[in-house]
């Protein structure tokens, strides 16, 4: 992992066994499928359910302040603690939840390179149903990191001006407009198609067959080569509902060493129900219906 | 047990064997070649109603054997329907159950069917983004619940265990021979866990290594339940290609066109994987001047009723009354 700008942030499968029962490592699984946790964990990991504890339950919006200091210290974390994310789907809400933990300055945050299913693939790594013993800890956010995260209005701005890296992580489907969303997900919109300006390249062209990252030679050559993202200019990372973005964000910033990289959470569900935002859809899909 | 009479004294005497075989049926009208004489294997004839009963038993009986199922330490299994219901009916009868991991996109009757035979179910949805790898699907969360409670489940791992190539060696491929009288000259069968092509075909390939096995596949995109394309192969580790002389694609659509044909002009209730056999099957037969080709018809359509509407509307339309179109 040297060769990543920032290989700090990754943590492997060895590493992760060799510190099972470290009372200071805190590992947290989070899923798309928020059933996955419950089939079997790493021993002594605790679950985030990002529908229910990421998301404020009110407003689209992600947890405040406030409510990520009671949830991580009701979870037993505190200050000082590592933290392991790791989760289903490549890792794609673990890298939300790094982004959260990011955005509200916990310092000592890592990704399980290869997530859940790596681990569960390894033959010697252990798994269980138990749920851990925890000790609620008061904890306090650090500094909080606004310059992670994108809102429409910056988003609007780049996608006119033209002067940063919009990249659209989201299938060649969704890109393009064939689809709105993926089968099956509850979240959409009501047009589909992209933001103007936006390159495609898909979270999926940075990870490997068993879920690990790609190296940073491979990295650089997809994202800075082949696609054209611009290092020198900033990035804004989007998707359908922000967590596959996460994984591009975590990509572009942490392992490709891009200054000023952020992640627009409110995402193609946000973009595509505007009334009269500019949309490029190459296949003609427009209908909500479609 | 007495396979002249037909009385049993439990459901598993039924089970196939070279002395029960399944039976073996001439198509007749709808054979495009009269040199090339063409039989389908009728699986659906098996006890739990599919070929999965062979791999099934199979794969239980070795892990009883081992003592690793049994009252309260259970199957845990991914799969499309078919080795389920096996699995689960087997269970049952047996004193444990199945804990079956099925993709959300399979037929309601066959999750149905699973609830029916007293599996529990656990339902996901497989399809969210493409991914490289093998994702965190159906195959994953078994070998999770096998890992996280090995006391509690034990998978069977279909695409795998070497006991479902041997449940045909054993037995699809001699009931075959002798039902031919060893004049087989092609042996047909799609691809799923590749149990069913692997051990016919290294079966026949070692009584007569002159036998042509045709693997058949549907073509990219398909909603043939069970059944895998090329670029799906890697799920299975039981492919040996060394058997197979030639992987013909069709496309997936036939697969529901024939089985319709086959009802109509055969009176064979054939399910889509057999009406896909049953496209390369003819072309085949077509394109040979003379032989003898033995079909693998793995289960009737009775499960697949949604997948028949889906791809014929026309028969909706053929007098259901009122039926939403949307």
Known sequence: MSNYSHPEVLVDIAWAKSNLGNPKVKFVEIDVDTSSYDSGHIPGAIAFNWRTQLQNQVSRDIISKDAFEKLVGGAGIANGDTVVLYGDNNNWFAAYGFWLFKLYGHEKIHLLNGGRVKWLNEPDAPLTKDLPKVTPVKYTAGNEHKEFRALLPEVLEASSKKDRNLVDVRSPDEFSGKIIAPPNLPETAQRAGHIPGAKSIPWSTAVNQDGTFKSADDLGKIYLQEKGVDAKKASIAYCRIGERSSHTWFVLKYLLGIADVKNYDGSWTEYGNLIGAPIENPTGGSSGTK | ?326
Not at chain 2, 207 to 226: C, F, L, M, R, Y
Not at chain 2, 296 to 313: E, G, I, Q, T
């Open chain 2, 1 to 326: 047990m007495n396979h002249s009479s037909r009385v049993y004294e439990d459901i598993f005497e039924m089970l196939p064997s070279e002395e029960n075989p399944t039976p073996l049926v001439r198509i007749n009208k709808l054979n495009p070649n009269p040199h090339f004489t063409l039989y389908a294997k009728l699986e659906w004839l098996n006890p739990f109603g599919s070929i999965k009963d062979r791999p099934a038993w199979s794969m239980l009986r070795k892990l009883e054997e081992e003592g690793k199922v049994g009252p309260g330490h259970n199957l845990v299994e991914p799969t499309s329907g078919n080795t389920g219901l096996s699995f689960a009916a087997m269970a049952s009868a047996r004193g444990y159950k199945l804990r079956a991991i099925v993709p959300g996109q399979i037929p309601k009757e066959k999750k149905t069917l699973l609830k029916i035979a007293g599996a529990d179910l656990e339902v996901l949805n497989d399809d969210v983004c493409p991914a490289p790898g093998l994702g965190d699907g159906s195959i994953n969360r078994a070998k999770s619940h096998a890992k996280a409670s090995p006391e509690e489940y034990t998978l069977p791992n279909q695409y795998e265990n070497e006991a479902n190539v041997d449940a045909h060696f054993r037995t699809t491929g001699p009931e075959i021979w002798r039902q031919t009288e060893g004049k087989i000259t092609h042996f047909f069968g799609a691809l799923g866990t590749c149990g069913t092509i692997t051990g016919t075909g290294r079966f026949l390939k070692s009584k007569n290594s002159a036998v042509q096995v045709v693997a058949i596949v549907p073509s990219e995109g398909h909603d043939v339940p069970g059944l895998r394309n090329i670029s799906q192969l890697h799920i299975s580790k039981l492919f040996d290609s060394s058997v197979v002389d030639e992987i013909m694609e069709i496309d997936y659509k036939l697969a529901y066109r024939r089985a319709l044909d086959l009802s109509r002009k055969e009176g064979l209730l054939a399910g889509p994987s057999s009406g896909l056999i049953f496209e390369g099957a003819s072309e085949v037969a077509a394109r040979t001047k003379s032989g003898l080709g033995v079909m693998v018809f793995c289960d009737n359509v009775f499960k697949y009723l949604s997948n028949m509407l889906k791809h014929h509307p026309e028969l909706a339309a053929e007098g259901f009354g009122f039926f939403p179109t949307h």
